[in-house]
């Protein structure tokens, strides 16, 4: 027999990745080598290829589909190779890395960008634009002629300072003839005060900006409520932390309101706060009927979570975040065609982040079916070629479900466009020319060869021709979700756009 | 549909610490007009990519330039959309450097078959349909496909009946799921 209390269901230590890197969707270095100008064996030894793969790209494009005629298990190796150097009169601008110090708030930070620039024309402008949990803001420098020698400084000076969290950094370069390169580079910013906590929904790679959700379990008729917990250290030293924490479920404001239901959790291992660094950690609170969270949740009533912390050395650490149930709608992710391992990675980050996005304005996703139809299958239907055959594709091809039909293609080939919504809003029943949403997958080759999807763009396609589906216009306001442009689109979702999808028919609670 | 009974107030947000906003630094870039020219150009190109009121892709003959550079810079995530933009542009202009271009890329095996299909339909279809003739034993499945009809100028092929897409048998990524949680669905009544 259940109890009647929320208790710990479980809790979860996480791997950290290092601060200064903080996303796993941020760029990889890049060091193309001119094929010409390097010994052949170095490109053998480096990427570990048949040094026929080398021989085939010194002859070309044209030369090389002779060359691959003739032996087309090559043909990954020479990709490998592609992807890995400048071919003879190749002279892009290239980004190979971005690096940083730790960043800590309120403090003045150096972003070093190392590039490769082949072309006599130099470098003259640096760009950085920053995304946190304001309003993203842009600054640009004029590179200077001394500093046009592979490596430059970006400075983000007293008036553009951070608070704690998490911070997307997309820098751009210019060459004097036009040329632009530009990678995204992710840091978490650390307390200078310096040990701070932070809460953030299940599965969030950012923290302390939105809600948690109560997310109900017919099997058991129970809440689940999972949240994470982020601990970071501004200082250089490591923080050793008791293993207990305290938590405490309030109706109205924590302190202010009544508190509903209250324990403690005990990790299974002591936590160690690295220097200059964080630790993460994810709690399950089961919350059954009967349950004061329970009864909160059920009447759709917002609760507010609050997780206090003590270090070793006697310093107390208290975070609060609110929990409600939210909305949700379910996405049927059809793969068209054939999509590789890493691909098919890169898809379903690109869904759990638009997860993110809609969550940050407290909605959800109910479920994600994964789908497939193959090549063989999809007779043509690969690729997209008119809006006929959009409409004919969502005709053909229906999931039997209540969610959104996601139809994932090879390639957009018309008019420029790389995503397309049946209607908006799109309808509530499957079948006919209108039920689901198409985008191109966003690929591109990285510098080991390897077929990728570009996640971060992914993500914001997918949820812009959902929003289309859930009743969303195109809406121009700085970062929004809905800007026609991919260029500017961001990932902010408004109130208005909230309320305008509340009612759609694939829209429920949770 | 959700009841609307539940549509809760927006609420409050609080202001991150230090205020929500930064002032941008901007560099006047009349110093340097190619950069200039490049960044109204990267605007234009991807300024119309959703087919919901997509406005249309606008280039000129002055553009020719740097749409050549940016259809050659393949390096990195960063470069993807705004290089496959910059090649269907290219196929608006009437040039021979953009045509020659545009073949090169439709038939290099080296390139990403997105690059390549993009490349393919901006040639338009008579001249995609001579190059596409030499794309039908093509090593790259979608390349390939496209290419065959296009060739035959053949239309794809729908099922019968309306069907139901199959379930993909490839796992999770990961142990997460999709929707946030980890995977962990407990059997018990916890």
């Given amino acids: 027999m259940p109890g009647t209390t929320t208790s710990v269901l479980r809790t979860v230590d996480h791997v950290v990745r290092p601060v200064t890197a903080w996303s796993v969707l941020d760029h990889e270095p890049l060091d193309p080598l001119p094929v010409e100008a390097v010994d052949p064996a170095v490109l053998v030894e480096r990427l570990r290829v048949d040094p026929a793969a080398v021989e085939v790209l010194h002859g070309g494009a044209a030369g090389a589909a002779e060359a691959l005629r003739g032996r087309p298990e090559l043909l990954d190796e020479v990709r490998r190779v592609h992807a890995a150097a400048l071919l003879p009169g190749e002279t892009p601008l290239v980004i190979t890395d971005v690096t940083t110090e730790p960043v800590l708030s309120w403090t003045p930070a150096t972003l070093v960008v190392h590039y490769r620039n082949p072309h006599e024309e130099p470098v003259v402008l640096a760009s950085v634009t920053v995304t946190w949990a304001g309003e993203p803001f842009v600054v640009e420098q004029e590179v200077r002629a001394d500093a046009r020698e592979g490596t430059l400084e970006l400075r983000l000076d007293e008036e553009h300072t951070l608070p704690v969290g998490p911070a997307g950094l997309d820098v751009t370069l210019w060459r004097a003839d036009g040329a632009r390169a530009?990678?995204?580079?992710?840091?978490?910013?650390?307390?200078?005060?310096?040990?701070?906590?932070?809460?953030?929904?299940?599965?969030?790679?950012?923290?302390?900006?939105?809600?948690?959700?109560?997310?109900?379990?017919?099997?058991?008729?129970?809440?689940?409520?999972?949240?994470?917990?982020?601990?970071?250290?501004?200082?250089?030293?490591?923080?050793?932390?008791?293993?207990?924490?305290?938590?405490?479920?309030?109706?109205?404001?924590?302190?202010?309101?009544?508190?509903?239901?209250?324990?403690?959790?005990?990790?299974?291992?002591?936590?160690?706060?690295?220097?200059?660094?964080?630790?993460?950690?994810?709690?399950?609170?089961?919350?059954?009927?009967?349950?004061?969270?329970?009864?909160?949740?059920?009447?759709?009533?917002?609760?507010?979570?609050?997780?206090?912390?003590?270090?070793?050395?006697?310093?107390?650490?208290?975070?609060?975040?609110?929990?409600?149930?939210?909305?949700?709608?379910?996405?049927?992710?059809?793969?068209?065609?054939?999509?590789?391992?890493?691909?098919?990675?890169?898809?379903?980050?690109?869904?759990?982040?638009?997860?993110?996005?809609?969550e940050a304005r407290d909605i959800t996703l109910r479920g994600v079916d994964r789908r497939l139809i193959t090549a063989a299958q999809a007779g043509g239907y690969t690729t997209v070629g008119s809006e006929d055959e959009y409409r004919d594709m969502l005709e053909a091809w229906s999931c039997a479900n209540d969610y959104v039909d996601v139809f994932v293609v090879q390639d957009f080939a018309w008019a420029g466009y790389n995503g397309y919504a049946g209607d908006i809003p799109g309808p509530a029943t499957k079948g006919g020319r209108k039920d689901g949403v198409a985008v191109e997958k966003t690929g591109y080759t990285d510098g080991s060869g390897t077929a990728r999807l570009d996640v971060e763009t992914l993500a914001l396609l997918v949820g812009h021709e959902v929003g289309h589906y859930l009743g969303l216009a195109h809406q121009e306001t700085t970062d929004n979700l809905m800007r026609s442009s991919s260029g500017v689109r961001g990932a902010a979702v408004d109130y208005e756009q909230y309320r305008l999808m509340f009612p759609h028919g694939y829209v429920v609670h949770l | 549909m959700a009841d609307l009974t539940y549509l809760p107030p927006e609420r409050p947000r609080p202001e991150p610490p230090g205020g929500a906003t930064r002032p941008s630094v901007r560099v006047d870039t009349g110093a340097f007009p190619r950069v200039a020219a490049r960044i109204d150009l990267d605007e234009r190109l991807l300024a119309g990519t959703c087919g919901i009121d997509g406005p249309e892709l606008r280039v000129g003959a002055e553009d020719l330039d740097l749409l050549l550079l940016a259809a050659a810079e393949r390096f990195g995530a960063g470069a993807g959309v705004l290089r496959r933009q910059a090649v269907l542009a290219l196929g608006l202009l009437d040039a021979d450097p953009a045509r020659e271009r545009l073949r090169e890329l439709a038939l290099s095996p080296f390139e990403h078959h997105q690059v390549r299909l993009h490349a393919l339909a901006a040639l338009g279809p008579d001249r995609a349909r001579e190059v596409a003739e030499r794309l039908r034993e093509d090593p790259d499945e979608a390349v390939r496909d496209r290419a065959t009809r296009i060739a035959d100028g053949t239309a794809p092929e729908r099922p019968p009946v309306p069907a139901v897409v199959p379930v993909d048998r490839r796992g999770a990524p990961d142990g997460r799921g999709a929707d946030g949680h980890d995977g962990h669905r407990c059997c018990c009544a916890c």
């Fill in chain 1, 182 to 358: 530009a990678v995204r580079h992710t840091v978490l910013v650390l307390p200078s005060n310096p040990l701070a906590m932070a809460l953030g929904p299940a599965g969030a790679r950012v923290t302390g900006s939105w809600s948690l959700r109560g997310d109900h379990r017919p099997e058991s008729d129970t809440f689940v409520t999972e949240c994470e917990i982020t601990i970071t250290n501004g200082d250089p030293r490591p923080v050793a932390m008791g293993r207990s924490m305290s938590w405490e479920f309030w109706d109205g404001p924590v302190g202010g309101g009544t508190r509903v239901e209250a324990g403690t959790l005990t990790w299974s291992a002591p936590i160690t706060v690295p220097a200059l660094g964080a630790w993460r950690g994810s709690v399950h609170f089961s919350s059954p009927r009967g349950s004061g969270v329970f009864g909160r949740y059920d009447r759709k009533e917002d609760l507010a979570l609050a997780v206090s912390a003590t270090a070793v050395d006697g310093r107390v650490l208290r975070a609060e975040i609110t929990a409600r149930t939210l909305l949700a709608y379910g996405v049927n992710i059809i793969k068209v065609g054939t999509f590789g391992a890493q691909e098919h990675a890169d898809l379903y980050a690109a869904v759990d982040r638009m997860r993110e996005v809609f």
